[in-house]
């Protein structure tokens, strides 16, 4: 395609390598001013490089960027800055304990004659912007007390502050609610109303439909072209970007639930702020069912998981399995069958500068299967590992003595749930199972929590993804402030009505 | 040419090339003060190599900054600072001169008694350490520099109390002579010992003129056994895990609380052992008052850091450090330049090798620059095809 001044950024022929590893080979990228354009690939397929080379952080080994029908070199930031283009990164990159004001105009400040900072008027430049684009954010408010949502909206204000014409958002739903997502999509909507072009990054199809209006998908750095969104759908997009059919239904056979495996009685929690978060909770999951916590996050989710594993100090209330385990330790939660996929994935389950093989045994270790006495084998845990992998396909196979931190996000998700299956759970609770992850590994943890409930486990999920809730629970439990609201057998409720149990509206 | 890149992204290559940048500092330090930068390196090997008797302090002297880094080493990889070291080393040479003072069995069992109580007191003082943090959530960092003083203090009080007082002097009474540990001490100045030494003045430099002692082969020994106990125990794995992710760690169900308190334990032993073991084999083999820290637990920080923090690469870093304040002091006697330099010189090897991307990063650029030649290469031929 030639350059255009009708687009807003064009990207062409784009290689880009790492030492002897090619992130992108021959990739094009052509975004039209005033639109959404998505650009969808799975973990690692390099769409945060594309958009790094964009803003400047990295250098193209080869290709040509245009801006607006002309050619640049961006050699940094402040360059790609200065020609409109405005980046929010996947991890954010505020300063905790400034204000929002203070954090927007870091960088950029606003000075009065004597080179002295001018907080008056900057407050004032910033609550012009939040008005302009109606965000609803305190200018005062400091970073480390809002919520995720608003200091990606406290992202988005840097950016426009600067002047950006061009917004780059990197996987920006990742992080957030239902909810959320509503407002972001809403004030992408705002901003493109506004003559601005938004360039999304995501591996979420339902997003893509609902806000692009082009996708371009990139496959292991490769171009695999570009979709008009309104002449496309999620099987379409999910196939072009693993590369093969996926089955976005989840498959199961009816449940035959057993014996109770997880009961709990008036459970209360409160949070390190004293706070009381799980407000009196009964629970029951039984051993052949799926349970699927519905709920917005912070409605006692985190407590009730780390209460039950004794991460947590339950105020009242018991937590059941075999015996009452409540106040115990992790260490005892383990020992009496309990398995636990943790939210996230890098502060709760894994060692990151550790090898694949000290991870894959971390609640293992000190079985005598993997060493004599005091000393710990090496060679059996590499063994033990080289089993994981295989059997969990993860990627790229030999990575036993690799440190984990190498691997993508969804082979890292697939070692947590290989270690804590393989050790056959009588309760396995899943908490955010797939967060961040791609349709692939999606599709792979599904199958596998449903294959365990098959085995005759008892699974706890909880999830802030609705549909996945719905899509896998053998039964749905609503919980709001800290309580369960509403059980409901699969199929037998809407997502309206579960929507409105989440809010706290439902019947009692 | 790529065989030097490839060396360069090896973590042992950001030490070499701070040590290469801290040396040349140095020289042009000696440089501008103007004193003669060749006369002063040539006296620095001579300081170091030049006889056997300089060897051997050069060893006696790493001793103890060995065990502290190792320590530092050890509780750095499991993700704690003990930057009280120094403290931990002197209530080792307090206890272990209480009871070598106090206490006086058969060489066989007194030694062990000696050097295994001081290592006792650092290890209980470390475990204080730890315990505070781990219960009380109050930094090491803090606690440590606060018991550094109250130890500086207490050797004070041991020094001048009437107990251990030595009439007449600014020390405590020796320990005694059953718990030395320097090497045939009785044999060396017995008539047959001289005689053979007579004919063997290599022998005689060393054992003579040196308080050569066993420390540094305890101290080899101990390095190499906590590099064990780091990578091959489930203990280590515990501990790494914990300093690495302690959410982690206990959410698989490691004792994290009971982790950090072990962790401190064996650091302040290993830094009470350095402690005893400067007693029982130097002279004057008793406290003395001390006005400032002796550095001892603070060198071990640097030593710990030049080894990046490998408990086996603090036999070398021990070494050259001890090599360099040695050497030093002949510089500074024989060409006038001052021992500060020294201190300069580590002070920038420290600081360059807390860098631990300046290697990799000179990797990157010549990567770089090779890429541009050769894209400039691949241009001129098509120029030329064309
Ligand atoms: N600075 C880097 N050095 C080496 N490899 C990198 C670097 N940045 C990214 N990569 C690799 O490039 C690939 C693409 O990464 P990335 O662009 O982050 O993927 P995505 O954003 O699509 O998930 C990955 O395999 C990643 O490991
Ligand atoms: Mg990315």
Sequence with gaps: MEPDSSYAVQMHGITKRFGNYTALSQVDLNVRKQSVHAILGENGAGKTTLMNILYGLYQADEGTIYLNGTPHSITGPNEAISNGIGMVHQHFMLVENFTVTENIMLGDEVCGPAGTLDMRMARKQVLDLVEQYGFEVDPDARIEDISVGMQQRVEILKALFRGAQTLILDEPTAVLTPQEIDKLLQIMDDLVASGKTIIIITHKLKEILRSADECTIIRRGEYMGTVDVSQSSEEDLAAKMVGRNVNLKVEKTPATPGEVVLDVNGLVVRDDRGIEQVCGLDLKVRAGEIVGIAGIDGNGQEELVNAIVSMTKAEAGTVVVGEEIQNTSPRNAIAHGVSTIPSDRHRWGLVLPMMVSENSVLEQHDKSSFGKGIMLDYNKMHEYTSMLIKEFDIRPSGCEDERIAGLSGGNQQKVIIAREVTQAPKLLIAFQPTRGLDVGAIEFVHKTLISERDRGAAILLVSYELDEVMDVSDTIAVIYHGKIVGTFEQGTVGEEELGLYMAGGGAK | ?386
């Excluded at chain 2, 001169?97 to 003082?125: E, H």
């Excluded at chain 2, 004919?199 to 050569?212: A, G, S």
């Excluded at chain 2, 021992?339 to 300046?358: H, Q, R």
């Design chain 2, 1 to 386: 040419m790529s065989g030097l890149v490839k060396f360069l992204r090896r973590p042992i290559a950001s030490t070499l090339v701070a040590v290469l940048v801290g040396l040349l500092i140095a020289i042009l330090l000696v440089l501008v003060t103007g004193y003669d930068p060749l006369q002063t390196v040539a006296t620095l090997v001579h300081g170091v190599f030049g006889s056997p008797k300089y060897i051997t302090n050069v060893i006696i002297k790493a001793t103890p900054i060995l065990l502290t880094g190792v320590a530092v080493s050890f509780a750095f990889r499991t993700g704690l600072f003990n930057i009280g070291a120094e403290g931990q080393y002197i209530l080792g040479t307090i206890v272990a001169t209480i009871v070598g003072v106090s206490v006086n069995l058969p060489a066989v069992l007194q030694i062990p008694l000696v050097v295994l109580s001081g290592a006792l007191g650092g290890a209980l003082l470390g475990a204080l350490i730890g315990f505070l943090k781990a219960r009380l959530g109050i930094h090491e960092v803090i606690t440590s520099i606060m018991t550094n003083w109250i130890m500086l203090y207490l050797c004070n009080f041991v020094v001048s109390s009437e107990a251990f007082h030595n009439p007449n002097s600014n020390t405590a009474y020796p320990i005694n002579p059953s718990g030395y540990t320097m090497i045939l001490p009785q044999w060396k100045v017995s008539d047959e010992g001289i005689e053979y030494l007579l004919q063997h003045p290599w022998l005689r430099d060393v054992l003579l003129k040196t308080d050569l002692n066993v420390g540094f082969l305890v101290a080899v020994f101990v390095a190499i056994v906590v590099g064990i106990l780091l990578k091959r125990t489930k203990l280590g794995y515990q501990l790494r895990a914990v300093g690495l992710n302690k959410d982690a760690a206990r959410f698989s169900g490691i004792a994290v609380e009971r982790s950090v308190v072990l962790c401190m334990l064996i650091s302040g032993g290993i830094c009470g052992l350095a402690g005893a073991l400067n007693i029982t084999g130097i002279n004057p083999h008793t406290l003395s008052t001390l006005v400032a820290q002796e550095g001892y637990g603070f060198n071990g920080l640097s030593v710990a850091f030049i080894a990046g923090c490998s408990t086996v690469g603090c036999i070398p870093s021990s070494l050259f450090f001890s090599a360099l304040m040695y050497g030093g002091m002949t510089v500074q006697q024989v060409v006038g330049v001052p021992s500060e330099i020294i201190n300069i010189m580590i002070g920038i090897i420290v600081f360059f090798t807390a860098i631990p991307s300046m290697a990799p990063w000179i990797a990157d650029a010549i990567e770089r620059r090779r890429s541009r030649e050769n894209k400039n290469l691949a241009q001129e031929t098509k120029g030329e095809e064309a």
